[in-house]
């Protein structure tokens, strides 16, 4: 049975999309590049939410038809073929239905996005910097299976192994709608390698996961930044000690949402390139400004959705890692798995499913579709 009130909503949908077709080749369109970049992906959207419009249709269309065979006509081959379209068609609607309401639900306008993925060691000292190291091979596993590419931008070795700090860049296709559901604290509990008696500690390590601001995203004066340059540490031969390719840029900016104005300060040392760390520093800064001035977007949207799977908490603890029982678990959800060794060798995308499906449901009923 057609969903009247789903029909309802689809009113208007091919027409906005022709029109947009139309827009995106306009050359005053293609010269303002926000509103451009904004219309391509209102572009994107719009074409898969058009072409399961006219599916639908089509099947109710199919379905109509059936009916009308099996009322009309005594053959019995074309009342065989209605009876099958009609069961066909039948099964697929439902199916559809839930498709098209999850499309008619206004995406997240930054999952599109590249992202920046910090981690940091937290509570539990050297224990907790290896911690944050094999989350950082976590995700580097992961962002490699699908084929999304990552870049280190900064990091802060801890004294036993893994990292007190690192801080990658991850490019590809809807990046930070995937990774976003990773944001909180990890907690990890295990038997340290420093540990003598065999005793199971528990540590943390945060991960914070922002959408990479596009250059148009934020406001900056570019003049007002200052640069600093300064030799590079760390292994990389002779040229990383005698040739000053580490910038570090200072740059005072005004939060726009509390007045209060603060000293940003970014290091790069990422490659031996200095026009290419100034160039990644600025993206940096570009990022941190963006998320700042967004906070106030995204509480808002955590306060008015209530969702438990992807609050923008950054203090929340999301997930454990017990090693002695070889168990995950993500609070979020309620989401136990025992195969530890897999997931923390990359294999996360069954729970980042879990995670978005449970979010969609959430979407769904806020919605009332």
């Excluded at 269309?61 to 039948?90: F, H, Y």
């Excluded at 004294?159 to 995937?178: C, L, R």
């Excluded at 991960?207 to 600093?228: R, T």
């Excluded at 290419?276 to 520093?281: I, P």
Aim: charged share 30%; proline share 2%.
């Amino acid at each position: 049975m057609a969903d009247n009130s789903l029909l309802s909503r689809l009113d208007g949908i091919e027409a906005r999309f022709e029109e947009v077709s139309t827009l995106i080749t306009d050359p005053s369109v293609i010269a303002d590049m926000k509103r451009y970049v904004r219309l391509t992906k209102e572009y994107k959207d719009l074409e898969k939410l058009t072409n399961a419009t006219r599916h639908y249709k089509q099947l109710l269309g199919n379905i109509e038809e059936a009916r009308e065979v099996l009322e009309t006509e005594s053959d019995e081959e074309l009342r065989q073929m209605a009876k099958e379209e009609l069961d066909a068609a039948g099964e697929e609607i439902p199916r559809l239905e839930e498709e098209i309401k999850l499309l008619l639900i206004p995406a997240d306008p930054e999952d599109g996005k590249n992202a920046i993925l910090e981690i940091r060691g937290g509570t539990g000292g050297d224990e907790a910097a290896i911690f944050a190291g094999d989350l950082y091979k976590m995700y580097s596993k992961y962002c490699e299976t699908k084929g999304w590419s990552v870049a280190v931008t900064s990091f802060n070795e801890g004294a036993a192994g893994g990292f007190k700090e690192i801080i990658m860049a991850v490019s590809g296709e809807n990046v930070y709608g995937t990774l976003k559901y990773e944001s909180g604290v990890h907690r990890v509990q295990r038997v340290p390698a420093t540990e003598t008696q065999g005793r199971v500690h528990t540590s943390a390590a945060t991960v914070a996961v922002l959408p990479e601001a596009e250059a148009f995203d934020v406001e900056i004066n570019e003049g007002e930044i200052k640069w600093d340059t300064f030799r590079s540490g760390g292994a990389g031969g002779q040229n990383v000690n005698k040739v000053e390719s580490g910038v570090r840029l200072r740059y005072l900016w005004r939060n726009p949402n509390t007045g209060e104005t603060e000293e940003i300060l970014i290091e790069c040392t990422e490659t031996r390139d200095q026009p290419k760390n100034k160039e990644r520093a600025l993206s940096r800064l570009r990022t941190f400004i963006y998320d700042k001035e967004h906070q106030k977007y995204i509480d808002d949207i955590a306060s008015r959705r209530k969702t438990m799977v992807s609050t923008g908490d950054r203090s929340a603890k999301i997930r454990t890692y017990n090693y002695p029982q070889g168990r995950i678990t993500d609070h979020r959800i309620n989401y136990t798995i025992y195969n530890l060794q897999a997931f923390v060798d990359g294999d996360i995308q069954d729970c980042i499913d879990q995670l978005i499906i449970a979010e969609n449901a959430e979407k769904l009923k806020a919605s009332e579709l």
